[in-house]
């Protein structure tokens, strides 16, 4: 079965490929951002035994991104449209209707477009966020996470279950506990983790992560917040005019991206980016531990 997931909010986009590998066969494969992957490894894949003699599960990332590969699945796709394994393909853009690749796969699979929320889509989503992590949060503190958060999802993430994870007796999030815990320059000592991962002073960046783990930080918060950052790396390095993100991303993010980006070329933080998602989705399925993922990562960039 094939399954597409894509469009522009990346954050809900790789929410839904977790969700879709819950309780998947044992048998799973991911390949990501791969330039060499051909449509004939696919097939090799997908024909070779299975150790379990049970449903495969195939996680292709940015596969349509590669002109050979899209050209071949459109000639030859049709063949396999009837296997019993998992195809989950994970493109993190909006991928246009003109290639061919939409039509095809809403007519022999599904197809999950993550469109970005609007404003009001924006405040039920916090709200439900916060419902899932055990607390509420009234309109107040509501208005002042999005103004100084913005829509960036990512971030948005980290913010509520940091609001939610020291909680506030009541379980209710108020204007208040927003505005002593959510900063503008909240990310300063990931960026300091960041930066000595792109100096290559593993030492120190393993030393800033364990100091944030004896404080009590989640594992899972740390890695988000990793993640969030190097997809800032990326997104800025790619912009040759950084007024775009006006509005979209806090101007403190933006500087401390801008010079970071620097130090890595695209490819490196392509690769690095790579990494953490194959790291966070071995941690979804229980193949790994948070606080080893972490130091594992850390010590293999």
């Known amino acids: 079965m094939y399954i597409l997931v894509h469009g522009e909010d990346t954050y809900r986009a790789k929410k839904k490929v977790e969700g879709l590998l819950k309780g998947t066969a044992p048998d799973f494969f991911d390949f990501f951002d791969r330039p060499d992957f051909s449509f004939s490894l696919l097939k090799d894949i997908l024909s070779s035994g299975s150790l379990f003699d049970k449903q495969k599960t195939i996680v292709l990332r940015n596969v349509f991104s590669n002109s050979k590969f899209r050209e071949e699945f459109l000639k030859e796709a049709k063949d396999l449209k009837d296997t019993n394994d998992l195809i989950i393909f994970f493109e993190t853009r909006k991928m246009p209707v003109k290639e061919g690749v939409i039509a095809f796969l809403k007519k022999f699979g599904k197809v999950f477009e993550l469109k970005a929320l609007k404003p009001p889509e924006i405040n039920a989503w916090i709200k439900k966020q916060a419902t899932e992590m055990g607390c509420s949060i009234n309109d107040q503190a509501l208005t002042t996470l ?156």
């Open 146 to 301: 999005i103004k100084v958060v913005g829509n960036d999802l990512w971030r948005m993430s980290t913010e509520i279950q940091k609001l939610a994870t020291y909680g506030f007796g009541d379980k209710e999030i108020k204007k208040q506990d927003v505005e002593l815990l959510v900063k503008t320059d909240v990310d300063a000592q990931i960026f300091k983790t960041i930066e000595a991962i792109a100096s290559r002073d593993k030492k120190t960046a393993l030393q800033l992560l364990y100091n944030h783990l004896e404080k009590g930080d989640s594992p899972f918060y740390l890695l988000t917040m990793i993640t969030y950052q190097f997809r800032n790396l990326i997104i800025v390095k790619g912009l040759e005019d950084i007024s775009v993100l006006k509005g979209k991303m806090h101007p403190f993010v933006i500087s401390k991206s801008r010079q970071l980006s620097q130090k890595f070329t695209k490819e490196q933080l392509e690769k690095i980016y790579s990494k953490i998602f194959k790291m966070d989705f071995a941690i979804k399925r229980g193949t790994i531990k948070p606080e080893m993922a972490l130091e594992l990562l850390v010590a293999d960039i």
